[in-house]
């Protein structure tokens, strides 16, 4: 079945840090593939999304590109922030499994100044 | 437009009590989905309704746990004679009419059950 399978954390950067955080993903078809934010306390936010192959979806300094050949979705961000401390979740919506979201365990990412 | 309303958002139930946690979607949004996320762990999926029907609910446990989305009301999450088990956050997200659309979240209703 759909799957996506995250890079554990907890990850500690120092600010203005480079940031990758890896996202492979299972399925069949072709899924759209997100990411998702969860500050303490909080609901889940949409960061970023990318709804086919070779699209690259951007937000708030942040950056992911949907590679269909590595069945990846690896989170960039060139310059961390202590703000961006928060929990960091990617997605899968298949294409074959109605609006089904699958979320990978998420990885803690902690900024420190 | 507001966003995905949940209440309460903090809930504390002793064995055996029922709980009810309760979605309001976005405006305009039909489908409503249910997911649990365990402590230190990711959401997983438990529903997704539409309007008095349930279209999906292959991530809801067989026993105690039931979902429904009224013509009119919010959607609402019922588990009966909760164990500590039970102990998660519940999140509902929305989203439009249309398939394939990003779901929108809600801040979480924190169960804990003593």
């Known amino acids: 079945g759909d799957s996506v399978t995250q890079m554990e954390g907890p990850v500690t950067l120092s600010e203005e840090a480079f940031l990758t955080i890896n996202c492979t993903y299972t399925?069949?078809?072709?899924?759209?593939l997100f990411w998702y934010v969860q500050y303490p306390g909080e609901g889940l936010q949409l960061l970023l999304k990318a709804t086919k192959a070779d699209d690259k979806g951007s937000n708030k300094g942040f950056e992911a590109t949907y590679r269909k050949e590595t069945t990846s979705f690896h989170l960039e961000k060139g310059s961390v922030q202590v703000s961006d401390s928060a929990v960091y979740f990617c997605?899968?919506?298949?294409?074959?499994?109605?609006?089904?979201?699958?979320f990978g365990t998420g990885t803690s990412l902690t900024v420190i100044p | 437009n507001a966003g995905v309303m949940q209440n309460p958002r903090h809930l504390v139930r002793r064995r055996g009590q029922e709980a009810r946690l309760r979605c309001s979607p976005m405006?305009?949004?039909?489908?409503v989905y249910w997911y649990r996320q365990l402590p230190e762990e990711g959401l997983k999926f438990m529903v997704y309704l539409q309007k008095e029907n349930i279209i999906d609910e292959s991530g809801m446990p067989k026993e105690r746990f039931s979902a429904e989305f009224p013509k009119e009301g919010p959607s609402i999450l019922r588990i009966q004679q909760v164990v500590r088990g039970d102990s998660a956050a519940y999140f509902c997200a929305s989203s439009p009419p249309r398939i394939k659309e990003t779901q929108y979240f809600g801040p979480g209703t924190r169960l804990l059950v003593l």
């Open positions: 997605a899968l919506r298949g294409s074959n499994t109605g609006n089904q979201f699958y």
């Open positions: 405006k305009g949004h039909s489908h």
């Open positions: 399925a069949t078809g072709y899924p759209s």
